[in-house]
């Protein structure tokens, strides 16, 4: 900068003049934002250490002591329980990772106003938001992958419990690359919160409250993710409708020769009548109708253990998608409104 | 003629589509190495141009060049001490200052920013958070003048501290921007905090630059008339005019010389001069020379 004060600055850093320097500020604004939040950093590479720990912990207890998963004492019940529930970790990280960026990151700067000192410290905005994206992405990216491949060993031995089966939701986000694709949502989605609401209890509750509205949706709409497999047969309505550790029940009724289905609505109606007279008459009721009305066989809608990646792989596709927006939503937001490049 | 300062044509801001403008017009130029005050009321929009000028708010119309270039081009040109003084409440005074330094290679001056906050007797273990106002802004000032600015921004920097600490620092301040030739722009509504200490003069009011130029010339552009009740000449423009009784005193532009009339004429003090101004919103514009914009020079920069 200007030469006149050369003289009196005996201490003055010695990096190279020019855009060389840019790497040695960026390394500074990547380590002021980490002793920013050195304490949100150490408490959570704590717990992960500790979650991971116990979950792989359990599998090694398992696999050294030889203890048959089905046996029936308290270590095997406890690390059954865990396994279905340890899951509901994965519903619940999206939030909390999604609050942390909207507020603590990015939320209270511009509520404390700590954003004007740190844009004009020589970081552009755009270099400040990269590096509160960047950073808990690289954190989200080491954690979710290590959170999976731990959970994916705790549940090993118990992957034949019908009542934890693949689809059910945390579970099902445990086990796949979905996982990862919420929580990167969850940065993008609150990093764009945050810079819209600029208020930091605000912005957390907002993304905490959107990412679960969210994670509802998409649990609902996720069957339709990837056609859907059909068995047809005597059995197939009862079979589907059973929980079961493979297989993901969805429709299931009546069909006639031609394979139309039929709605058993008015059938229903009629064996409910029939019923209040005669209470064992319902099912004979029923099943005449539905005879009457051409029903041949029973079909049962499912998907199978095997559309588990191609559902996970749609999923993630949808949500990396919204993600991507809201980077690029949050870029534009701050340029409109700050300006700026360098 | 070398690159100004500050050189803003027709600045414009409002926020939202269909707010107030804070900014409108606004229009002057602030030659380098100049300590300059930027007076107004509350909400005449000092903020917001400040906040333009640091590269923080973006202007919604107008040009606007800070040492020649847009604001976010000279990012590591200039310091902005914000109002509210924000600094990481979490980290200790070192931990700041160390930060300035990792955000400003190679134009970082830690034995000046060590010595600003040595001044004021503070332990650079001490947390941000556990500062009075006062030992606040002067780690704030520290930070901003470690990282060597050529334009250093101060958004009502004295608002918070007691008359000996103002003191203390304001001296501080000046002295070290005259050691390094930064030019200054400090804002204010305190007429007072700024007098005498501050070469240039900026007057803003509803958005818009009244007054600018060299202090000592906007005095002597202007006479404070009394006498007995007389009609000022048609060619004279009258800032302000109060009759009491039969005894008249006025506030007029020297636009005219000789003024003619009965009169005693004097200089205004500054503080005359920006009251007459501010009780009177339809007094004409007055820009000297200096600071009136150059058309800003053509391909020097995309829009800001």
Request: aromatic share 6%.
């Amino acid at each position: 900068m200007s030469g006149t004060t050369s003289t009196l600055s005996p201490e003055r850093t010695t990096a190279p003049a020019g855009p060389a320097k840019a790497p040695g500020a960026l390394g500074g604004a990547i380590r002021a934002a980490v002793r920013q939040h050195k304490w949100a950093l150490r408490i959570t590479l704590a717990l992960l250490v500790l979650v991971v720990g116990v979950w792989a912990g359990l599998r090694v207890w398992l696999e050294a002591s030889g203890v048959s998963p089905d046996a029936n004492n308290y270590g095997v019940r406890s690390a059954k329980m865990l396994a279905k529930y340890a899951a509901d970790v994965f519903s619940v990280l999206p939030l909390l990772v999604g609050a942390f960026v909207a507020g603590p990151l990015i939320g209270r700067e511009l509520e404390s106003g700590t954003y004007k000192m740190a844009w004009t410290q020589s970081m552009s905005p755009a270099r400040w938001l990269t590096i509160r994206l960047a950073l808990p992405l690289t954190l989200v990216v080491v954690g979710v992958l290590l959170l999976n491949v731990s959970y994916r060993l705790l549940r090993g031995p118990f992957i034949d419990d019908p009542l934890a089966g693949w689809y059910q939701g945390g579970i099902y986000q445990g086990l796949g690359p979905a996982s990862l694709a919420y929580c990167v949502l969850a940065v993008a989605l609150g990093a764009l919160v945050g810079l819209l609401v600029r208020r930091s209890v605000v912005s957390m509750a907002v993304t905490a409250l959107a990412m679960g509205l969210l994670a509802t949706l998409m649990s609902n709409v996720r069957g339709g993710l990837w056609p859907m497999r059909t068995d047809v047969g005597p059995e197939a309505a009862i079979v589907t409708a059973h929980a079961q550790e493979t297989r993901w029940g969805h429709g299931a009724g009546w069909q006639d020769a031609q394979g139309v289905r039929i709605d058993p609505g008015a059938c229903e109606n009629a064996a409910s009548e029939a019923s209040m007279k005669r209470p064992d008459a319902y099912e004979s009721v029923f099943e005449k109708c539905m005879a009457d009305r051409g029903a041949t066989t029973q079909y049962g809608d499912y998907h199978s253990t095997a559309d588990f990646l191609p559902i996970q792989l749609v999923e993630s596709a949808v949500l990396l998608g919204l993600a991507a927006l809201a980077v690029v939503a949050s870029y534009g937001l701050l340029r409109t409104r700050h300006g700026g490049r360098a | 003629m070398s690159i100004a300062a500050i050189e803003a044509v027709g600045l414009g801001k409002r926020y939202g589509r269909l707010g107030k403008w804070a900014v409108q017009d606004c229009s002057f130029r602030l030659p380098q190495g100049q300590i300059c005050a930027l007076v107004g009321p509350n909400g005449a929009g000092k903020s917001t141009l400040l906040g333009q000028l640091a590269g923080l708010v973006r202007p919604s119309r107008g040009e606007l060049r800070v040492m020649g270039k847009t604001p976010g081009a000279a990012r590591q040109q200039l310091a902005f001490l914000a109002q509210e003084k924000p600094l990481y409440p979490q980290f200790t005074i070192e931990e700041t200052l160390r930060m300035g330094q990792e955000l400003n290679p190679g134009h970082w001056d830690a034995e000046r920013a060590a010595r600003i906050v040595k001044e004021g007797d503070l332990d650079p273990g001490t947390k941000v958070r556990e500062l009075s106002g006062g030992q606040r802004t002067r780690v704030a000032l520290a930070l901003c003048l470690g990282k060597q600015p050529d334009l250093l921004l101060l958004d009502e920097p004295m608002a918070d501290l007691d008359p000996l600490a103002r003191h203390q620092l304001m001296g501080n301040l000046l002295a070290e921007a005259g050691e390094s030739g930064t030019t200054v722009v400090i804002s204010s509504h305190i007429l007072a905090e700024l007098e005498g200490a501050c070469d240039y003069l900026l007057l803003m009011e509803n958005g818009r630059i009244r007054l600018g130029g060299e202090t000592d010339e906007l005095l002597s552009a202007h006479a404070l008339l009394s006498g007995p009740v007389t009609e000022i000449g048609a060619g004279t423009t009258v800032v302000e005019s109060k009759v009491t009784g039969r005894h008249m005193t006025a506030l007029v532009r020297r636009d005219s010389e000789p003024l003619g009339g009965d009169w005693e004429v004097v200089e205004p003090t500054l503080e005359e001069l920006l009251l007459a101004h501010m009780r009177s919103p339809q007094a004409p514009a007055l820009l000297t020379p200096s600071a009136e914009p150059q058309a800003v020079r053509a391909g020097a920069g995309v829009a800001a």
